[in-house]
Nanobody
């Protein structure tokens, strides 16, 4: 089992920035792919950004150019730097880890609210 703990959410005005962090309880092959997903009220959960063990990443079209995912393997931690936030970015953001996307393990979720 792997526990994922998110931090860094909150409320911000449109155009602002936030950085999310997710710490995994351990590393291993079963956490080779990590990423962020989000779910807004009344909508399905969607992929935001994913990163593999070598640092390769992919982004949803809606956030490409505004969000940046990074990984510190020594700390078992991934980050999501979110800039130029929009009200439509408002959602619960979930950290995810596994060998595919989405992977097996999920964090508890953290709220991000962007006001106009």
């Amino acid at each position: 089992q792997v526990q994922l703990v998110e931090s860094g959410g909150g409320s911000v005005e449109a155009g602002g920035s936030l950085r999310l962090s997710c710490v995994a309880s351990r590393s291993g092959f079963d956490t080779i792919i990590m990423g962020w997903y989000r779910q807004a009220p009344g909508k399905e959960r969607e992929m935001v950004a994913i990163i593999n063990g070598g640092g390769g990443s992919n982004y949803a079209d809606s956030v490409r150019g505004r969000f940046s995912i990074s990984r510190d393997n020594a700390k078992n931690t991934i980050y999501l730097q979110m800039c130029m936030l929009k009200p439509e970015d408002t959602a619960v953001y979930y950290c995810n880890a596994g060998t595919s996307h989405p992977g097996t393990y999920w964090g508890q979720g953290i709220q991000v609210t962007v006001s106009s």
